[in-house]
């Protein structure tokens, strides 16, 4: 089992990066790819998913959202896309108090949790998220459709980023507009502008 890999970004796309480490390149899924910078140097936590017929491996910028993830995956009907959905937020610490006060109406905000799922998250991890620490200190820490493509790059990438979490191309021809409408100077501001917006729907 992996813990994490010291590596040079090579290669950034809405559904993952690629992290080389003495002349391999790995493909790792993450939250918020466009957070990470090619040619950058990072320290990226993994955790290793093994299938049947699959083994993948998911990046994280720190230890408190690797152990978020893993809380995440032992709900029931929790897989790993969606909870990385649920990472890609900001909002980490308004995601554990919304579990702690019962608010389903906010998890159902994510893509792919429902009712059901969002009151399964309560259950399982309700008063179980002391230990991740505080949550406030690490906030800010292409195959895309025609009719979602925009004039400007930064927020054609954030859509299709977007889109890869698994909002739908309706929510997301909604926010075009506003993420148009946005001042931001690259892709990262773009996307997390677009997830608090998704998330006051």
Do not use: C
């Amino acid at each position: 089992m992996y813990e994490y890999i010291n590596g040079k970004i090579t290669d950034v796309s809405p559904y993952h990066i690629v992290v080389e480490n003495n002349g391999l390149g790995y493909l790792v899924y993450v939250a918020n790819p466009f957070s990470y910078q090619v040619e950058s140097q990072q320290k990226v936590y993994l955790y290793q998913a093994v299938r049947d017929n699959d083994i993948s491996l998911y990046g994280f910028k720190n230890k408190v959202e690797k152990q978020l993830f893993l809380k995440l995956l032992n709900v029931s009907g929790i897989g790993p896309k969606s909870a990385l959905a649920i990472l890609a937020s900001d909002d980490l610490s308004g995601l554990v108090t919304a579990i702690n006060n019962d608010d389903d109406g906010y998890l159902v905000k994510f893509p792919g949790i429902g009712k059901k799922t969002a009151k399964q998250i309560i259950l399982d991890l309700k008063g179980k998220l002391a230990d991740l620490g505080n949550l406030d200190q690490l906030q800010g820490q292409r195959g895309l459709a025609l009719d979602l493509a925009a004039e400007n790059q930064y927020v054609t990438e954030s859509l299709e980023a977007l889109l890869a979490l698994g909002y739908t191309k309706t929510e997301l021809k909604k926010l075009k507009p506003k993420l148009l409408d946005y001042q931001a100077s690259s892709t990262d501001e773009y996307l997390r502008y677009g997830l608090k917006l998704l998330m006051r729907k």
